[in-house]
C-alpha cells in the first residue's frame, strides 16, 4: 500500500481541508502496516499556476508543514516533502504532456470555475495543472490518495493517463503506471462555505468569514460560526429534513464530522431547536476540537530550521522513490534519460 496525497501552500489550512483530507492523511499514517508507506506533500509548484507572491510561497509552504505537523503529521514515519525539491515531479509531467488529451483537460470542472469566461487569459499551467497533479501520484505507485470530493475529478484523469500510457507504451504484463484510487471521506468530503451553502469552503474565498483557519483563536471560530449563514427554521429532528437546507446541512455536517457521530444522531438531540442553541454548542465543539492543533501551529511554526530540515530530508527520500518509475516512462517512450 502506497498512499500519496498533497496540498497547495497557498493561503491557511481550513476545516474544510482538515475534515476533507488531512484527518484521513493521518488516520492511514497511524494504520500504516510493514511494507507501506505514506507520501504527503506541499504542492508548491500548483501554486505558480495562478497569480502569487514570489516572496511569500516559501514561508507559506513552511507554514502549511508546520500545519501538518501540528495535525498529526509525523515526519519519522510518512515522507513529507514539497514538490519543488523533487524535479521527478516536473519531468514525469512532461512525459505525460504527450498522453493526456486536450479534451479530457477542458473537461475538468476546476478549469472551468477557475478559468471562469476569461479562458485565453490564463496560464497554460492552470490548464495543465491535472497533469502534474497525476505525475504526482503515478511517479510513486501511489495505491491510494486521500483527497476531498473536489479532487475526484482530478484522480480519475490520472488513472484514464496511467491507463494509456500503460496500453500504448508498456507491455501487457509490464505496466509502468499503478492506477490509483481516491480515497474520500464517506462524511465531510465537501465541507462548504459559512457565507453560502452552495460553495465550497475555500482558501481562495475573499472572505475570511467564509472559512475557519486551524490558526483562528476561540474568539475567531465562535465569532464566525455565530455570523454564519442559517435560515429562520428550527433544527429537523432527522437528516432528511436537512433536504434543501445547504447552511442548516452543512453546520450541522460539520458538528457530526467533528464529534465522530452520524447526523441522525446530532439532530436527535438537536431537532427542534433554532441555531441561537446550536450555534455556540458547534463552536465550542471546534474550539475544543482545534485548539492543540493552533497550539502546535504557533510553537512549530516559529522554528522555520527545523521545519526546513523535515522538508529536506523528506525530499531525498521521495527522489529517491520517484526514480525508478521515472527511469521506466522515459525507456517506455524511446528515451534514456542522463544522470541528474
Ligand atoms: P487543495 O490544496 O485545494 O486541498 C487540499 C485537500 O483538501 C481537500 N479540500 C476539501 N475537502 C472537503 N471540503 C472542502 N471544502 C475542501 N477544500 C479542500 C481537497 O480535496 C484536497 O484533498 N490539487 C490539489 C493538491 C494536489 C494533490 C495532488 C492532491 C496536488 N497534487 C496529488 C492529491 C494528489 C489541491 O489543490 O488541493
Known sequence: MRVVSGIQPTGNLHLGNYLGAIRNWVRMQDEMEQGSECLFFLADLHAISQPHDPKELASATLEMTAALVACGIDPSRSILFNQAQVPAHAELQWLLNGTARMGWLGRMTQWKDKAGKNREGQSVALFTYPVLQAADVLLYQATHVPVGE??????????????????????????????????????????????????????????????????????????????????????????????????????VGIYAAVSGESVDAVLARFGGQGFGAFKPALGELLVEALAPISERFRELKQDREALDAILARGAARARERGIPTLNAAYRALGLVRGAS
Not at 218 to 243: H, N
Open 150 to 251: 473536489d479532487q475526484k475529478q482530478h484522480l480519475e484523469l490520472a488513472r484514464d493517463i496511467a491507463q494509456k500510457f500503460n496500453n500504448d507504451f508498456c507491455e501487457p504484463d509490464a505496466p509502468v503506471f499503478t492506477l490509483p484510487d481516491p480515497i474520500v471521506p464517506p462524511d465531510a468530503a465537501r465541507i462548504m462555505s459559512l457565507r453560502d451553502g452552495s460553495a465550497k469552503m475555500s482558501k481562495s474565498d475573499p472572505s475570511e468569514m467564509s472559512r475557519i483557519n486551524l490558526s483562528d483563536d476561540a474568539d475567531e471560530i465562535m465569532r464566525k460560526i455565530k455570523k454564519a449563514k442559517t435560515d429562520p427554521e428550527a433544527l429537523p429532528s432527522e437528516a432528511k429534513g436537512l433536504d434543501g437546507r445547504p447552511e442548516a446541512q452543512n453546520l
